[in-house]
């Protein structure tokens, strides 16, 4: 018999493994927390904006706050490395936050109606001594209590996004532009509450700075304000049309 020899033919390579899928960005909850102390000047910017901040009490420090705060947001929006603005455009921040300021005045004039037309009156009425009088002043408080605490949640909930599209795009009416800000806010959802919850700690980390004399809050009260602002246009950075 004869012997065959069959050559041994190596099996065929394993077939590649699937690809990774190409996840999107993923929403960073402590970045807005810890973005500021990445930037090489830090120091001084922080410096500048707690002295901006004191001006706050006059009012118009607001205006250079918000203005400042709109720059920051359009950085975070396009991605830069590191977005905190510089302070060598005071100017143009008071006049952005001229225009910031009356989206906001806008959105709260509901409750300003709502208690001069209801609040002043309750609290006449109450104060009359007849008891019909006084019940009906304590029907109007209720009334007012029931009407003004989902204005305030409502406001609470979209003025930020209403902020937003006005300080990226640089214009008054795109903070009304309701077909854009509801589906904006739709779509993203879940990173637009977790901004949200940033800015409900931000305001409590605010008022640290009453332990360092007190002028410390100053600066932490600018640093709650980067927090926030970072939280909301790194939404808007990540987006989903």
Request: aromatic letters at 16%; charged letters at 10%; hydrophobic letters at 55%.
């Amino acid at each position: 018999m004869t012997d065959v020899t069959y050559s041994e033919v190596p099996p065929p390579p394993p077939p590649p493994p699937p690809a990774a899928p190409v996840l999107p960005g993923q929403f960073d909850f402590g970045r807005p927390f810890t973005f500021v102390f990445h930037d090489p000047d830090w120091v001084r910017k922080v410096a500048i904006g707690g002295l901006v901040y004191l001006t706050s009490i006059f009012i118009v420090g607001w205006f250079f706050l918000l203005g400042y705060m709109a720059a920051l947001v359009r950085n975070v929006a396009a991605g830069v490395q590191h977005p905190l603005p510089d302070w060598d455009g005071i100017g143009d921040y008071f006049a952005e936050g001229l225009r910031l300021v009356a989206v906001g005045l806008v959105w709260i004039l509901p409750a300003v109606v709502l208690g001069l037309t209801f609040m002043f009156p309750a609290m006449i009425f109450s104060s009359i001594d007849n008891e019909a009088v006084q019940v009906l002043g304590s029907g109007m408080a209720a009334v007012i209590s029931c009407l003004f605490v989902p204005i305030i949640l409502a406001v609470t909930f979209f003025l930020p996004a209403s902020l937003l599209f006005a300080a990226i795009e640089r214009r008054f009416s795109a903070g009304f532009e309701f077909r854009r800000i509801w589906p904006f806010i739709k779509a993203n959802i879940g990173n637009y509450l977790l901004a949200i919850v940033i800015y409900l700690i931000a305001r409590m980390l605010g008022g640290i700075g009453i332990f360092f004399l007190c002028i410390g809050v100053v600066f932490t009260g600018f640093w709650s304000l980067t927090i926030t602002t970072y939280a909301f246009g790194e939404v808007y950075r990540l987006r989903k049309e």
